[in-house]
């Protein structure tokens, strides 16, 4: 299976490095464990990038890249899927883990799978997948390819 992430330059040097979400925790996890924030399109991976960015002009955006991330094939049962009619009712309007599923904070410790399937924020219908680094089949998670993207001016 193949999964998409957007970085900004420089940070592209290194699209699966988990220093950004360790540092700063997200929706998903607390501060001082670090995840792989990934989408299944790139076209949810722009998204999920730019509704991130502080208001900025086209012109100071900085270069962002796709990054093609292949799963491994022979990992079985690699990805679970939580079900967004299982979510809390209030979970899309929070930004911390806190009102998360419980499930979260043990897969963080204890992966039993290599990634996560969990509903978009912004299209709940769309899924993102968090990696987890410690679980063993994360050494065979490969970049495929990275590609620098240009922003359509219209969307801004």
Known sequence: MDVYRINKEPWHTDPLSVVGSHKFGGRWNPKGTGILYTSRTPELALLETLVHLPPITLAELPQLWLSTIRLPDDVPDA??????????????????????????????????????????????????????????????????????????????
């Open 79 to 156: 990805v679970f899927w939580l079900d967004p009619t299982l979510m809390p009712a209030h979970w899309k309007s929070s930004s911390t883990l806190a009102d998360t599923p419980f499930i979260l904070n043990e897969w963080i410790q204890q992966p039993f799978c290599l990634a996560l399937g969990v509903p978009s924020v912004i299209l709940n219908m769309s899924y993102n997948l968090l990696l987890n680094p410690l679980h063993p089949a994360f050494a065979h998670v490969k970049v495929m390819s990275q590609v620098a993207i240009q922003i359509d001016a219209r969307l801004w």
